[in-house]
């Protein structure tokens, strides 16, 4: 009987064992199985998140952020202990105990499903678990990859330290809004960094991992405070926070952004414009765009935020001003319903959501608004973010639309959705609310350092949120006029000067197309005239003189090497600006006149760094060899030696300023341009006036403008002019700028003397002369001028000379070697007082 019992004992033991052993091998085999071929999970040691890159401005305010995952990355050791603890206890509160799984936590969870007969199914991952399930694995609910992920986790424990996985966790983990990882959610939440979070506030984005959509802090508030309460018992019970906080915690309401508690930390930034989405355009081009939305970049941008302001003002003022002169009312094409505007709560919502600009500051900042009725007197409106009750009212008066053409109430309907700003006096007293709109015609501006390229301003168009279209670096257009300062340069290095006499005369040129005449802006012709008179005047027919003269090969040389265009078409329509470029291009090229024909780059950025502080990019190589130096010598600053590449020769860069300063004193841009600094500058328009430009300077700044229809037609009937249209714009801002970059005299290189020239004649007067015909003419040392031509006022000494030839009848010219080396061939005698043909046809 003891036989048989000890034989059956060990015959159950026998079997438990070979049991065990099977299901152990069992087990083994199984994660020897699916051990294989595993994502290697030492990567993770190095692992860079995808984070925020922001944009900084030089006072180093965050001024934009771009990102495909709203993170911030922050080192477990800049992480609060309160934040850690909440996210253990509401997630794996064995997390500093176990090896990766949690066996007990696995057999509860089992025991609760089976008990609950499938009703009550919770995970039963560890911390670290989640990390690999979100690094290196599918969200899938399959056991294949759960057991994966337990093979995972433990070989990551052997691997990384404890806090590194919980860095790695609470870095990369979702918790709604598209916040990703703890800090980034604290700020979209409570607008908070992480160590001014409460323990509640800490609960809450411990709650979030679960389901981030199924806690929204207001759809979902009762399910969310369950949630967040549970934690804080978690807390309590494992010890992290005393009964008097728990008691306190749990009392406190749930506060957050969405609730409105808080402000938004995007309403603590400007609202994006063109400035800093340039950026983005011009930084995802250079590093990838995937890399610029996930590397974590800092970037210190040029921008000074008031002259943005000034500049966008600027550009406001001349657009609406162009646009309320056509009487036309267009409005923002948006309406709500008639169920919209059933009761207030509905229609302010429905407002809310209608895509119209809310970026405009205009005198006041510009307001969606509803109409609500359209009286004889009045149109009655209702205004997003007023009161009902506000002392200011709910109606635009008639006397404000009378620039509008047409019957009054035809123009509108109830429903219309408007926008409207608040009208004051001098006091800043309300007035009334008047009715607005963007303008159907757009433009651009940009504003920039001379000396360094560094762009201060840039607007691209009336509003960011209405077109996204950068028209200062996106738009192609002719520019017209402003181009032939190009021309002037190349003919001034090829040896003529400002008083080099071109005749002003009808031109005739054989074309495949036919004849071209062109003819000045006036339809007026002028005769023997100075260079420098036909800049200021800005004469087409001398410009396409000049240009037949030196070669249209010399002037796309010219033009390229400064950068307005790739590769220039060598077609004489062209010398008058007919071939499109940007603004952008443009200030660019103007500022190397201004700095006395240096090279600039211009930069919307002054450095790039990497998410590890390493800069990436910087854009000054300037030398300074003392700014290292801990102390300098009293009133002495830092020796900066510029290397930059020279593009033109200084004298002629001056004389060339000289010139376009006398367009902005009694040129085509006298009337509107009027600083308390030296200015020079040059109008531009083109046929019909679909496109109007001005580009002016001082000693410090280069700033230009250009206005037209994006869809190109003429303006004003055709009778729009760079002057008067872009003038006004370059006027405002630089009166402004210049308080705060002032301006001196244009630096005089040396190698060059002064003569007293006769302006309308090109005729040397002596040095003492005076009067509005007198012009010092700054010429090169040993050029000597030729004198003895007299002229009487006309024809009279050119009477012999043909109006116009055939093309391809060249007459032979003089061989001269330029100021950059290369040989080029001008006509015969142009020189100082004497008369050159300019090409004639």
Same mark, same amino acid.
């Given at each position: 009987m ?18 065990v052993a ?6 083994g085999a199984v994660?020897?199985i699916?051990?294989?071929d595993?994502?290697?999970?030492e990567?993770?040691a190095s ?5 925020i890159?922001?944009?900084?401005s ?16 922050t ?26 799984y ?5 057999m ?7 008990k ?9 991952s560890?911390i670290?678990?989640q ?9 899938d ?6 057991i ?13 330290p ?11 983990i ?10 980034a ?6 607008n908070k960094p992480?160590s ?7 609960a ?6 679960k ?12 399910r969310?405070?369950a ?23 749990v ?31 011009q ?6 765009e ?6 974590g970049?800092?970037?210190?941008a ?6 943005? /302001?000034d500049a966008?003002? #600027? *550009? =406001? ?5 162009? +646009?309320? !002169? &056509? @009487? ?7 309406s709500?319903?008639?169920e919209?505007?059933?009761?207030? /709560?509905?229609w302010?919502? #429905? *407002? =809310?959501?209608?895509?119209?600009p809310? +970026?405009? !500051? &205009? @005198? ?6 509803v ?11 209702g205004i ?6 506000d002392a ?5 008066p008639r ?9 009054f109430k035809?123009?509108f309907k ?5 926008l409207v ?11 009334n ?16 350092d ?15 949120q ?8 996106q738009?192609s ?7 032939k ?12 000067t ?18 071209w005449?062109?003819t000045?802006?006036?339809n ?37 090497r400064?950068?307005?265009y ?11 600006g007919?071939e499109e ?18 090279r600039?780059?211009p930069?919307?950025v ?20 003392e700014?290292?130096?801990?102390e ?19 004298i ?11 367009v902005?004193?009694?040129?085509t ?6 600083l ?9 328009t ?12 001082t000693?410090?700044l ?5 206005i037209?229809?994006?869809?190109p ?5 055709g ?6 249209l ?9 009166t402004?700028a210049i308080?705060?970059y ?7 290189p040396?190698?060059?003397h ?7 004649t ?24 030729i004198?003895?031509?007299a ?14 030839r ?29 008369l ?6």
């Amino acid at each position: 009987m003891i036989r048989f019992v000890l034989s059956f004992f060990g015959a159950i033991f026998t079997l438990i064992t070979l049991s065990v052993a099977v299901i152990a091998l069992s087990i083994g085999a199984v994660f020897w199985i699916y051990g294989r071929d595993l994502p290697s999970h030492e990567a993770l040691a190095s692992y860079q998140p995808k984070t925020i890159s922001r944009i900084y401005s030089g006072e180093g305010r965050i001024i934009d952020e771009f990102a495909q995952e709203r993170r911030l990355f922050t080192p477990a050791s800049e992480i609060p202990d309160l934040v850690k603890e909440a996210f253990i206890s509401a997630e794996d509160k064995n997390f500093y105990q176990h090896h990766g799984y949690d066996m007990r936590g696995m057999m509860s969870a089992a025991f609760d499903a089976v008990k609950s007969r499938g009703k009550n199914v919770r995970g039963a991952s560890t911390i670290t678990q989640q990390v690999m399930k979100n690094f290196l694995l599918t969200g899938d609910r399959k056991l294949e990859r759960k057991i994966k992920e337990i093979i995972l986790a433990s070989r990551l424990e052997e691997t990384l330290p404890k806090d590194k996985i919980l860095e790695l966790y609470l870095n990369e983990i979702f918790l709604g809004q598209n916040s990703y990882g703890v800090t980034a959610a604290a700020q979209t939440y409570f607008n908070k960094p992480l160590s001014q979070l409460s323990p509640a506030e800490a609960a809450t984005l411990a709650s979030m991992p679960k389901a981030p959509s199924d806690f929204h802090p207001v759809r979902n508030h009762d399910r969310l405070l369950a949630r967040r309460d549970y934690v804080l018992r978690e807390m309590h019970e494992n010890g992290y926070i005393d009964d008097g906080t728990y008691a306190a915690s749990v009392a406190e309401p749930i506060r957050s952004v969405q609730g409105g508690d808080y402000p938004a930390f995007r309403s603590t930034l400007p609202p994006r414009d063109y400035f800093t989405d340039e950026i983005r355009r011009q930084l995802s081009q250079d590093f990838g765009e995937d890399e610029f939305f996930t590397g974590g970049f800092t970037v210190r941008a040029t921008i000074e935020p008031q002259m943005q /302001a000034d500049a966008a003002m #600027a *550009l =406001r003022h001349a657009l609406e001003k162009f +646009d309320r !002169t &056509l @009487g036309k009312w267009r409005g923002t094409g948006k309406s709500l319903t008639e169920e919209q505007m059933a009761d207030e /709560a509905t229609w302010r919502d #429905a *407002l =809310r959501n209608t895509g119209v600009p809310r +970026d405009i !500051t &205009l @005198g006041h900042e510009w307001l969606p608004a509803v109409v609500f009725n359209v009286a004889d007197q009045t149109l009655d409106i209702g205004i997003e973010g007023v009161p009902t009750d506000d002392a200011r009212g709910h109606s635009v008066p008639r006397s404000d639309i009378q620039w509008l053409r047409g019957d009054f109430k035809a123009n509108f309907k109830r429903g219309d959705v408007v926008l409207v700003r608040e009208v004051t006096n001098d006091s800043g007293a309300f007035v009334n609310w008047s009715l607005r709109q963007v303008p159907e015609v757009e433009g651009g501006f940009m504003a920039m350092d001379v000396n360094n390229g560094r762009v201060i301003a840039m607007q691209g168009g009336f509003s960011y949120q209405a077109s996204v279209f950068n028209r200062a670096t996106q738009a192609s257009r002719q520019p017209g006029s402003s181009f032939k300062p190009f021309v002037y340069a190349a003919a001034l290095d090829s040896g003529y000067t400002p008083a080099t006499i071109v005749i002003d005369a009808p031109i005739e040129l054989k074309t495949p197309e036919g004849t071209w005449r062109p003819t000045n802006s006036s339809n007026q012709y002028y005769g023997p005239t100075p260079l420098r008179t036909g800049i200021e005047q800005s004469r087409n027919l001398m410009t396409i003189r000049l240009a037949q003269e030196i070669g249209m090969d010399v002037v796309a040389e010219y033009a390229e090497r400064f950068g307005v265009y790739d590769n220039m078409g060598t077609y004489l329509a062209n010398a008058l600006g007919s071939e499109e470029t940007t603004l952008y291009k443009m200030v660019a090229a103007y500022a190397m006149f201004a700095n006395g024909g240096e090279r600039v780059e211009p930069t919307l950025v002054d450095r790039v760094q990497d998410r590890n502080g390493h800069t990436i990019y910087r854009h000054d190589h300037r030398i300074c060899n003392e700014c290292r130096e801990p102390e300098l010598p009293a009133g002495q600053g830092p020796d900066i030696i510029s290397n930059s590449q020279r593009v033109m020769n200084a004298i002629t860069a001056y004389q060339l300023t000289s010139m376009m300063e006398g367009v902005v004193q009694r040129g085509t841009a006298a009337r509107v341009v009027h600083l308390p600094v030296p200015t020079a500058g040059k109008t531009g328009t083109t046929n019909d006036a679909r496109d109007a430009w001005f580009i002016g300077f001082t000693s410090n700044l280069v700033a230009g403008c250009y206005i037209g229809y994006d869809n190109p037609r003429p303006m004003m009937n055709g009778h729009g002019y760079g002057g008067t249209l872009c003038g006004p714009v370059f006027q405002e801002f630089m009166t402004k700028a210049i308080k705060e970059y002032g301006g001196a005299s244009f630096k005089v290189p040396p190698g060059g003397h002064f003569i007293n020239i006769d302006r309308f004649t090109g005729a040397r007067l002596p040095d003492g002369a005076s009067g509005n015909n007198v012009v010092a003419e700054y010429f090169r040392d040993g050029e000597e001028p030729i004198f003895g031509v007299a002229y009487d006022g006309g024809f009279a000494m050119g009477s012999d000379l043909p109006l116009y030839r055939e093309a391809g009848d060249a007459q032979r010219g003089q061989q001269i070697i330029t100021s950059t080396g290369e040989t080029t061939t001008i006509a015969p005698k142009a020189n100082f007082g004497t008369l050159s043909s300019g090409g004639l046809y």
